[in-house]
């Protein structure tokens, strides 16, 4: 058969968070989409959150028995309420084995290593969940363990693709099995390494999941299903009055995704780009709303476009010995930045000093700091916003700077960026 007839459709974890919400999917996928198609999801909502604060709980010698009983009870509720067969029950009681053989060991590897073990068995127990509610419901769906596909390194918690085995694996363990009528459930956000260990491919990476599998198939079309009907000119949770775009090119996707924009993951553009397949965003709310679709189309014109991404830092780097900051300084400061995998997403340098604006993730900030002070005199912003603004117009950039700080900006010909912060409110003194 033609394989590039495949389509492969991503649901994220606000598209599976209960059983009302399954039971939409199984909708959607009964009445919407063509066999054969290769279905990636999710852990379930906030599933990753409470797994991650049992990661915590364990790694730190603390009681992990209230963080598992409520994901235990959370995916038994869910799976009773859609009334599986009892394999199903089954395959669910043994993935909560493997995070209890992990507690039952006191830890002795890198937190990064337990963190892609315990985490990655939420969108195991969604997609085992889903697999199994599209079976009762009449489909021929089939669980694929994504484990067997994608291979990954061992840098845990970020690890990266081996597009080769990858692509192997598709074309001798996935293509074969592919036929009309058919379709694979499987799981983002994660991967297997050479020793057969689990991985993670960074927070939120279930996206770039479905463009691993849209390239290496190749697919005829990759769709995200999101709780907005498609991508829009500002995160409608924060701004008002904000617009649907219809068409996006791969390049303004890929600008919007760098700098914070979150309704799709940065790494899922460039794969799909470089084979020329469409993606589709559209809403597992509304899904007879139109979407965005995102191609290699040229020449639109587009309206400005506001991307905020908050929980920035600022940080300036100067010499200790009042030197100029030259190339041999700069080669030191990106070798630290680079070191701990921190996101740069500005950058001035002066005679005397460079500084950086970057997303703080977890304890990777205050690794990099410590680095830096040992060569540097190092201030630091906390507690900022970056706001991008795409297409820009001078009463655009006017609204965006009300009631803010701005501490860093950058012009170009169709974009600016402004690191900014509140403005604090001034109380009189009481009398």
């Keep these: 058969m033609n394989f590039e007839a495949v389509q492969v459709h991503k649901f994220g974890g606000a598209s599976v968070k209960d059983a009302i919400s399954i039971e939409n999917i199984?909708?959607?996928?009964?009445?919407?989409?063509?066999?054969?198609?290769?279905?990636?999801?999710?852990?379930?909502?906030?599933?990753?959150n409470l797994l991650e604060k049992l990661v915590n709980a364990y790694y730190n010698a603390e009681d992990t028995t209230e963080h598992f009983s409520l994901f235990k009870d959370q995916h038994i509720s869910i799976a009773t309420e859609l009334q599986l067969h009892q394999d199903a029950l089954d395959d669910l009681n043994e993935l909560f084995v493997t995070i209890e053989w992990v507690l039952e060991e006191e830890p002795i590897d890198q937190y990064a290593y337990y963190y892609d073990q315990i985490v990655s068995v939420g969108e195991l127990l969604s997609s085992t969940i889903l697999a199994a509610y599209l079976v009762k419901i009449g489909l021929n769906a089939e669980f694929l363990d994504v484990r067997d596909i994608v291979m990954t390194d061992d840098?845990?918690?970020?690890?990266?693709?081996?597009?080769?085995?990858?692509?192997?694996?598709?074309?001798?363990?996935?293509?074969?099995?592919?036929?009309?009528?058919?379709?694979?459930?499987?799981?983002?956000?994660?991967g297997s390494t050479s020793e057969?260990?689990?991985?993670?491919?960074?927070?939120?990476?279930?996206?770039?999941?479905?463009?691993?599998?849209?390239?290496?198939?190749?697919?005829e079309?990759?769709?995200?299903?999101?709780?907005v009907n498609g991508v829009m000119t500002g995160d409608p949770s924060v701004f008002d009055n904000v617009n649907l775009i219809e068409r996006l090119s791969f390049m303004e996707a890929i600008e919007m995704t760098y700098y914070g924009a979150k309704v799709i993951h940065p790494k899922t553009i460039k794969p799909l780009q470089n084979k020329s397949i469409p993606l589709h965003v559209k809403s597992f709310i509304?899904?007879?709303?139109?979407?965005?679709?995102?191609?290699?189309?040229?020449?639109?014109?587009?309206?400005?476009?506001?991307?905020?991404?908050?929980?920035?830092?600022?940080i300036h780097i100067s010499s200790k010995d009042f030197s100029f900051v030259a190339e041999s300084h700069l080669t030191k400061i990106f070798s630290v930045v680079a070191k701990h995998r921190v996101k740069v997403n500005l950058m001035r340098n002066t005679a005397i000093s460079f500084s950086i604006c970057v997303t703080k993730q977890?304890?990777?900030?205050?690794?990099?700091?410590?680095?830096?002070?040992e060569d540097f005199n190092v201030l630091v912003d906390n507690d900022l916003e970056l706001i991008t603004i795409?297409?820009?117009?001078?009463?655009?950039?006017?609204?965006?700077?009300?009631?803010?700080?701005?501490?860093?900006?950058?012009?170009l010909s169709n974009m600016i960026q402004l690191v900014v912060k509140e403005v604090p409110l001034m109380k009189r003194k009481s009398d």
């Excluded at 079309?221 to 709780?227: C, G, P, R």
């Excluded at 297409?391 to 012009?411: A, R, S």
Aim: proline content about 5%; some cysteine.
């Design 155 to 190: 840098t845990y918690m970020e690890a990266k693709v081996n597009w080769d085995k990858t692509q192997n694996n598709i074309e001798t363990k996935l293509l074969p099995k592919i036929s009309d009528g058919k379709l694979f459930v499987t799981q983002g956000f994660i």
């Design 362 to 373: 977890m304890d990777k900030l205050e690794n990099l700091l410590v680095d830096l002070e």
């Design 26 to 48: 199984g909708s959607i996928v009964k009445n919407r989409l063509p066999s054969p198609s290769l279905i990636v999801v999710s852990a379930l909502g906030k599933t990753t």
């Design 286 to 314: 509304n899904p007879d709303a139109q979407g965005t679709v995102i191609s290699n189309v040229q020449s639109l014109i587009y309206p400005p476009i506001i991307v905020l991404d908050q929980n920035q830092a600022l």
């Design 196 to 219: 057969n260990n689990t991985s993670t491919l960074g927070r939120e990476g279930s996206d770039f999941t479905g463009a691993i599998f849209a390239y290496c198939l190749p697919a």
């Design 390 to 411: 795409r297409h820009y117009t001078d009463l655009v950039i006017e609204e965006m700077k009300k009631n803010k700080i701005v501490l860093f900006e950058e012009k």
């Design 221 to 227: 079309s990759l769709t995200i299903w999101k709780n």
